[in-house]
Each structure stands twice: as C-alpha cells, then as structure tokens.
C-alpha cells in the first residue's frame, strides 16, 4: 500500500509540474516583455539567447551552467543584455587647466587623451 500512496504522490507532482509555468522577464534595447513559459519552454527559450545575463531565481548563471538547471523548480528568469562598464574607446578629452606662469600671463593647456595614454 506504501508503493501506491508514493506512486500517486509522485504522479501527482508530475501533473502539477505540467501546468506549471516559470516567469520569464526579458529585458533588450525595445524595453523589456514578461513571458510565462512551461519548464520545457524555459529551458529552450533560455538556450537561444546568446550575449544575454541569465539569472534564474535571483542567481547570475554561466552559459555553461544553464544545463545545471532544474528547470522543474525554478521559479524565475530575467534575461537582459550583459553590461559593460568603463569607456571602450578614448578619442579626444579636452582638459583645460588655467596655469600662470612666473611673467603672471595667463596659460591654457590643453591636454588631448593620446598625452595620456601614450
């Protein structure tokens, strides 16, 4: 009798699993849309998204750790671009700085990003 009542139960949790949908919010440059998605569903949808930050239940994950998931019990997704912090490229930076000299005449300076960085 303790087989059926666990074979039931589980059986039961099987079909409770099937109707149950993950919250998917997805963030990107048109503003963001919120998705309600199956397990299976999830776990495809979230597969396709490449350059993206995935945090399921709150938690940042790898792409490679993504196959780690137990799509069954997560509750929720965000999907948004991956930030980058700092400046990617330095072209020109005019920095004035108001210097006098020993005749007290009045010098500008002018301090371009190539001086910086060379």
């Keep these: 009798m303790k087989n059926n009542n666990m074979k039931n139960?589980?059986?039961?949790?099987?079909?409770?699993?099937?109707?149950?949908?993950?919250?998917?919010?997805?963030?990107?440059?048109?503003?963001?849309?919120?998705?309600?998605?199956?397990?299976?569903?999830?776990?495809?949808?979230?597969?396709?998204q490449k350059d993206m930050w995935i945090f399921v239940d709150n938690h940042l994950l790898e792409a490679d750790n993504l196959s780690n998931v137990d799509w069954n019990e997560a509750q929720s997704v965000r999907i948004m671009p991956g930030?980058?912090?700092?400046?990617t490229e330095l072209n020109f930076i005019p920095i004035f700085l108001d210097l006098?000299?020993?005749?007290?005449?009045?010098?500008?300076?002018?301090?371009?990003?190539s001086d910086i960085n060379d």
């Excluded at 099937?18 to 979230?46: C, F, W």
């Design 9 to 48: 139960k589980q059986e039961n949790m099987n079909n409770q699993d099937e109707g149950r949908l993950i919250k998917v919010e997805v963030a990107d440059a048109s503003g963001h849309q919120t998705l309600m998605l199956n397990p299976q569903e999830t776990e495809q949808y979230v597969s396709e």
């Design 83 to 87: 930030l980058v912090g700092g400046i």
């Design 100 to 113: 006098t000299n020993q005749n007290n005449k009045l010098q500008r300076l002018v301090i371009k990003s």
